[in-house]
């Protein structure tokens, strides 16, 4: 390989989200010499990030990457991961990923916890307009609760969030895993941005390290464990390249839609994401406050129908409550670089229910019936691509001595529901597995 670079580690890391993060971090500060590689660059520092500009140079495909079906899939491609564009909510890992796949990471969520000081926003801060949906849910039957945050209004110089927080943290109130990853850095990790992994190395049944373009030069790195945490999309297209090919078929996403509705009043645009929420574990949806950020609104609705377009001047005044639906493994990402993820017969009678929940809702928080509608789905968290008992052991190993996976490919099943706590339970675990071995 003519001009290759090869580096040397005991633990090569790819990708810096919130899995790749959590366990570059426990094992660096464990005495380990940890090799992390992240595809995108950082930054937080440029005067873009948070912005529209920013969104559309760190995502993939400039956020308009789609499935065959027409999903809509935001993949963020940066230092920290999916953490730099989410709405920082915090749940706790469902129950079933201990009581029916043998994943017990109680501890470490329950340490994360209280780390990060994961709460609800205070009162005064969860919006007038997210509340007033709330109430309206809470007189209606269903018990919404404030949504744990990973966010302090302390950590801003001044708490300015809004519907725009998607697009990137500017005030500095939400937690994003490229704190760890600094953290990792100045306990001696060696981070390589630009890094574009594109296959394991496996020599006798062993990963051995890695190979790629850093910097659009070839590269090699070698280390004895290879952990890939490089998304629901990325790692199963790197095992894919590494042979193992079986990754990639089927995949779930948690599949998304809001539904929206108009009031006099002012609505949720410029009120905190996502400070309100429910879920319905028997049918498998959860419900929570949102609304596009102002100019991704007009975009994403267009794929509707052209006449969506004349609801934007009235943004200001939207109540919208996001659905996150439990779906079937379906579809999948194939070598050919297609990602497919059609819903099941299974799935479109629940989001059916859940859309009708939201309409009932809209409704007593004081929105107009013929006003309310729901957006085109898109995909939020590409999952399931490397699933736990059929790829993956209970310690997220490969059949491939040395060579493992912790991101959202992992999941047995779609999470319905924020999914960072709970990679980052995995994250902590893998590593102190490792450290134990």
């Known amino acids: 390989?003519?001009?290759?670079?090869?580096?040397?580690?005991?633990?090569?890391?790819?990708?810096?989200?919130?899995?790749?993060?959590?366990?570059?971090?426990?094992?660096?500060?464990?005495?380990?010499?940890?090799?992390?590689?992240?595809?995108?660059?950082?930054?937080?520092?440029?005067?873009y990030y948070g912005t529209y500009l920013g969104a559309i140079l760190?995502?993939?495909?400039?956020?308009?990457?789609?499935?065959?079906?027409?999903?809509?899939?935001?993949?963020?491609?940066?230092?920290?991961?999916?953490?730099?564009?989410?709405?920082?909510?915090?749940?706790?890992?469902?129950?079933?990923?201990?009581e029916k796949?043998?994943?017990d990471i109680d501890a470490e969520v329950a340490e994360t916890i209280d780390e990060l000081e994961?709460?609800?926003?205070?009162?005064?801060?969860?919006?007038?307009?997210?509340?007033?949906?709330a109430r309206a849910a809470q007189a209606l039957g269903y018990n919404w609760q404030a949504q744990p945050k990973f966010m302090k209004p302390?950590?801003?110089?001044?708490?300015?969030?809004?519907?725009?927080?998607?697009?990137?943290?500017?005030?500095?109130?939400?937690?994003?895993?490229?704190?760890w990853v600094d953290e990792a850095v100045a306990a001696g990790a060696d981070l390589r941005t630009r890094a574009r992994v594109e296959r394991v190395l496996i020599e006798d049944g062993h990963a051995v390290g890695v190979s790629g373009r850093l910097e659009g030069r070839p590269f090699t790195a070698r280390a004895g464990t290879v952990i890939l945490s490089a998304g629901g999309i990325g790692t199963p297209r790197i095992l894919q390249a590494s042979g193992l090919k079986q990754a990639g078929q089927g995949m779930?996403?948690?599949?998304?839609?809001?539904?929206?509705?108009?009031?006099?009043?002012?609505?949720?645009?410029?009120?905190?994401?996502?400070?309100?929420?429910?879920?319905?574990?028997?049918?498998?949806?959860?419900?929570?406050?949102?609304?596009?950020?102002?100019?991704?609104?007009?975009?994403?609705?267009?794929?509707k129908g052209p006449q969506y377009l004349l609801t934007w001047p009235r943004w200001g005044n939207i109540l919208g409550v996001m659905i996150k639906l439990k779906d079937s493994i379906s579809g999948g990402v194939f070598?050919?670089?297609?990602?497919?993820?059609?819903?099941?017969?299974?799935?479109?009678?629940?989001?059916k229910m859940a859309e009708e929940v939201c309409r009932k809702i809209l409704v007593e928080a004081g929105a107009k019936p013929e006003t309310i509608f729901m957006t085109p789905l898109r995909g939020t968290h590409p999952s399931g691509t490397v699933r736990i008992g059929e790829m993956l052991d209970t310690n997220l190993q490969t059949e491939i001595a040395g060579l493992y996976a912790c991101d959202a490919s992992t999941f047995p099943e779609a999470l319905d529901r924020p999914t960072v706590l709970t990679i980052l339970g995995l994250g902590k675990r893998l590593a102190r597995h490792l450290i134990n071995q």
Not at 155 to 176: E, I, S, V, Y
Not at 273 to 290: H, R
Not at 339 to 349: A, C
Request: aromatic share 8%.
């Open 58 to 98: 760190y995502s993939d495909r400039g956020s308009l990457l789609f499935s065959q079906e027409g999903l809509n899939i935001v993949r963020p491609l940066l230092v920290g991961g999916a953490t730099s564009m989410y709405c920082g909510c915090a749940s706790p890992p469902p129950t079933w990923l201990k």
């Open 335 to 351: 070598p050919n670089g297609k990602i497919s993820k059609p819903l099941t017969d299974y799935d479109r009678p629940r989001l």
């Open 1 to 47: 390989m003519p001009d290759s670079q090869v580096l040397q580690a005991d633990v090569i890391v790819v990708g810096s989200g919130p899995g790749g993060a959590s366990v570059a971090r426990e094992l660096t500060k464990n005495g380990k010499k940890v090799l992390l590689l992240e595809r995108g660059i950082d930054q937080r520092s440029r005067s």
């Open 154 to 179: 302390t950590r801003a110089q001044k708490f300015d969030c809004g519907a725009k927080c998607m697009l990137g943290c500017r005030c500095g109130a939400k937690w994003n895993a490229a704190e």
């Open 118 to 133: 994961i709460a609800p926003l205070p009162p005064g801060l969860r919006g007038v307009a997210s509340t007033r949906i």
């Open 252 to 303: 779930t996403m948690d599949v998304t839609v809001m539904v929206y509705g108009f009031i006099k009043e002012a609505g949720i645009g410029k009120e905190p994401p996502m400070t309100w929420s429910w879920e319905d574990p028997e049918v498998g949806y959860m419900l929570s406050t949102l609304l596009d950020p102002w100019l991704l609104y007009p975009l994403i609705n267009v794929l």
């Open 101 to 103: 796949y043998g994943v």
